[in-house]
């Protein structure tokens, strides 16, 4: 959550502003008459639901510098009051906000490409939208207002390497400036021209004053650099970097570190793209990589058809630059969830990040390599986006970021059994049957897509290969609905099966699951297979798409209830699953800004009962230790509360006697905990 750190000169007092949506932008607007009043406008970036950011936001304040209210500690500070607010107009999230004294209006500008003009006296609704031109608009970062009566203009500093200006008047088209990358930030001048912070690290003015104008030779180097950095983005690899490719021939030397990964290869003289199977540990060819879209490039000696760079906020203002790459034909989701795995970010960012792929890259097609930009004044170069990321206290093991899964099986051999199996029962039970195109074609068809791993980045499935399994879960019996617990395991880990719009149908298949688990009552410490199946599928769920994940989200209660159930279960594939299920939870709960105090104590309890239990193996423990961690470092309220909990049930050295006898990691993760609760 954002919020905004308000200094008063005159007092000395500040007043901090919460509540908003991720990143904050601020302007200042014209105050009223009365001299200790200041009047702002905040703009928010939203945040992520589902697969979709919402909740970008205009505010107008009112801030009191003679009238004073007290903060939650107690401290006097300057009142606060929201005037007006205007939500979602944008179409994605707001990114800067000025205000025009000239016009008497406010501009916003967004990652939707376009820049809205809005009424102070109408609380901020807009009356005017300017578009950039094209199809593909760039996400605008910056913006300013430049030029007199005569000559007003809006700049806009866009992420493709453009400079976009709009003449207010309407005299003359809007004109774009090429730029050698991003371009970061556009601020006016008082004398009617404007400067440019661009990605390759050069401060630009730009003037329509004849008088002021450069030099040519000035203007010229300019736009040779230009020239040269789109030529550079476009081009194919040249025969010096292809020779320095590892060969083909040997790529059985290289190992994939995960699946869809794609590494470029030499072969015959010619660079060829080749993607990664996990299922045969071997590399597939994709094709050769004669040319790549305007925002190409290379990371870490691999090529990709787009790297997209990242700015991560730190504190004191800094700002972190990480590059994402991304190939034609790959998931978004599945890139965007290896970024943050890589680079330990909050486990929220996946859905702005893969969206902000996806609206950079298009809807490609596994072709490698896009051409050349556009020579009639399209955009085509090199894109970040700014992603707010907050920086913390680090530590070797907490918190838990990402995911554990179980995906054993997922192979035609194990999901062979499984089918065989579902088959098997729709015989003997005694109503609700499958019919003959369920436990024919739709099985049959959904197997084929879960086996072929190395094509979950473009494979898809249907609803109606997912309606048997919410059939069996929801109407079969305990004693027959285990092996669709077990296929639906593994289907929630295809992106397809499990992305945003399928919330409703997973959060119907979770719920009957644990309705199956919870159903066992006392029963479930001595049953194994649907109290193991039903925890191996929460903890898919979380890895699954943001559909499965926000229905494991909004059914946390019952997940904990069924968790709690299954504690003193006498099977170690159970408690494996039950503390990775804890683990997965508590991962979800520290990446999300919904998290509440109440799971959080739930999941300490259940950790106290686990490790008083004595039962567990070493590695459900070492999972069930980093789960208490990550709970106690999740942001906010929610975090401070779990600590005090944690300090008053004496976890600390609970924690520590378990550990002791359960190996090195453990140790270490004990010892974190302990400086967490100092």
Not at 308 to 318: F, R, Y
Not at 349 to 354: C, F, Q, R
Not at 486 to 504: F, I, Q, S
């Amino acid at each position: 959550m954002g919020c905004l750190l308000f200094f008063f000169l005159l007092t000395k007092m500040s007043r901090t502003l919460p509540g908003h949506e991720n990143t904050v932008s601020v302007a200042g607007l014209p105050s009223a008459d009365e001299p200790m009043v200041r009047n702002i406008v905040t703009v928010s970036a939203g945040r992520a639901e589902g697969n979709t950011i919402r909740g970008h936001t205009v505010r107008l304040w009112r801030l009191h510098e003679g009238k004073n209210d007290n903060d939650d500690n107690g401290s006097t500070v300057p009142s606060s009051e929201v005037i007006a607010a205007i939500s979602d107009d944008h179409s994605g999230p707001i990114r800067d906000v000025c205000y025009d004294s000239i016009t008497h209006s406010i501009y916003t500008c967004s990652n939707d490409g376009t820049v809205k003009l809005r009424s102070i006296e109408e609380g901020g609704a807009c009356h005017t939208t300017l578009a950039c031109p094209g199809g593909d608009r760039p996400m605008l970062l910056s913006l300013c207002v430049v030029g007199d009566d005569s000559e007003r203009c809006v700049v806009a500093g866009a992420e493709d390497g453009n400079v976009v200006v709009w003449d207010i008047s309407g005299r003359r088209d809007v004109q774009i400036i090429p730029h050698p990358g991003c371009v970061w930030k556009v601020v006016a001048f008082a004398n009617g021209d404007f400067v440019t912070a661009c990605h390759d690290g050069h401060v630009r003015i730009f003037t329509r004053h004849v008088g002021r104008a450069a030099h040519p030779d000035v203007v010229k180097s300019f736009e040779e650099t230009v020239t040269a950095a789109q030529s550079a983005r476009s081009s194919g690899p040249s025969p010096d970097e292809i020779a320095k490719l590892p060969k083909w021939e040997m790529n059985a030397l290289t190992q994939g570190r995960s699946e869809g990964q794609v590494q470029v290869f030499q072969k015959e003289g010619k660079a060829i793209a080749a993607q990664w199977s996990a299922a045969s540990r071997t590399w597939i060819e994709v094709g050769e990589v004669t040319g790549s879209s305007a925002n190409a490039g290379t990371i870490n000696g691999k090529k990709y058809d787009h790297v997209l760079p990242i700015e991560i906020d730190v504190p004191g203002g800094g700002v972190q630059k990480l590059q994402i790459g991304y190939n034609n034909g790959e998931n978004p989701f599945v890139t965007a969830q290896q970024f943050i795995d890589e680079h330990m970010l909050d486990q929220h960012y996946l859905a702005e990040i893969a969206d902000y792929i996806r609206q950079r890259a298009g809807d490609s097609g596994p072709t490698l390599g896009m051409g050349a930009p556009s020579s009639n004044g399209g955009f085509g170069a090199a894109t970040p986006a700014p992603v707010a990321v907050p920086m913390e206290m680090s530590y070797d093991h907490l918190p838990m970021r990402g995911y554990k899964v179980f995906d054993a099986g997922v192979d035609k051999k194990g999901v062979s059994k499984v089918v065989q199996k579902i088959r098997e029962f729709n015989q003997e039970v005694s109503c609700n049957q499958l019919s003959s195109d369920e436990v024919g074609d739709s099985l049959d068809s959904l197997t084929n897509t879960l086996c072929i791993t190395n094509r979950y980045h473009s494979s898809t499935i249907s609803t109606t290969e997912l309606l048997p399994l919410r059939k069996m879960i929801l109407k079969w019996d305990v004693s027959h609905a285990f092996p669709a617990l077990d296929l639906a395991r593994m289907t929630v880990l295809h992106p397809d099966a499990a992305k945003g719009e399928r919330k409703a149908y997973w959060k119907e298949v979770l719920d009957g699951a644990l309705s199956l688990c919870l159903g066992l009552g006392e029963a479930a410490s001595r049953e194994v297979a649907v109290p193991m199946l039903t925890m191996r599928l929460v903890c898919n769920c979380f890895k699954g798409g943001s559909g499965a994940a926000s229905a494991a989200e909004s059914l946390l209660d019952r997940i904990l209830d069924c968790v709690e159930i299954c504690v003193p279960s006498d099977n170690k594939n159970v408690r494996l699953a039950l503390a990775t299920a804890l683990l997965n939870t508590s991962s979800y709960m520290y990446s999300s800004s919904s998290s509440s105090v109440s799971s959080a104590i739930r999941i300490l309890d259940l950790v106290g009962t686990i490790v008083g239990s004595g039962k567990y193996e070493s590695e459900a423990v070492g999972r069930i230790l980093v789960a208490l961690g990550t709970v106690l470092l999740i942001p906010g309220k929610c975090g401070l509360d779990a600590k005090q909990a944690a300090r008053e049930r004496g976890i600390v050295s609970m924690m520590e006697r378990v550990a002791s006898g359960n190996g090195d990691a453990a140790i270490a993760v004990a010892k974190e905990i302990r400086s967490i609760l100092s």
